[in-house]
């Protein structure tokens, strides 16, 4: 990578919406709760972990908060939800005007643009885990159904 980063066997860079730019390995100690040595292939993101330390405080709330919790997966039980869509958004002046440009996965199947300029590209990450292949034409209502517009 230009920076000088190695994302190993993952596609793309920083400011871009292909997995070796948004995915990022996590690290969660927590002595005699979490396994040393653990590991999980659970998606999260960013905003999983209020609700997660506030399950593990078991701080409790009458309102929605964005995010889920993974406290079951940290403590090596079963993990229910896995099945929601999640959202990228980045905009960036510059170049791109001020325009954002999206990521959005559901499963396996993710939709993507690297800048608001081009198209959005569809892949299944099982199939294609190096983001090579868009299979924009092949599945047309997949891609429209994931669409952030």
């Known amino acids: 990578m230009p920076a000088g980063a190695n994302n190993g066997a993952t596609r793309g860079e920083k400011q871009n919406m292909f ?3 948004i995915r990022v390995p996590t690290c969660v100690v927590w002595p005699g709760e979490i ?19 506030c399950q593990a405080a078991h701080a409790e709330f009458s309102h929605k908060i964005d995010g889920e ?7 090596g039980k079963t993990q229910s939800g896995g099945d929601r869509t999640l ?15 999206y990521a959005v996965r559901k499963g396996d199947w993710k939709l993507l643009q690297n ?3 081009e198209p959005m590209q569809l892949y299944n990450l099982k199939d294609d885990p190096m983001e090579q292949h ?16």
């Open 19 to 21: 997995e070796g730019g």
């Open 35 to 53: 396994k040393p040595g653990s590991k999980s292939d659970q998606i999260v993101l960013t905003m999983d972990f209020f609700p997660t330390i």
């Open 69 to 75: 919790s993974i406290l079951p997966t940290l403590l």
């Open 87 to 101: 959202f990228w958004v980045r905009r960036e002046g510059g170049n791109y005007g001020g325009r954002a440009y």
């Open 115 to 117: 800048t608001p300029f």
């Open 134 to 149: 868009p299979l924009d034409n092949k599945h047309p209502k997949v891609k429209e159904n994931c669409s952030p517009h």
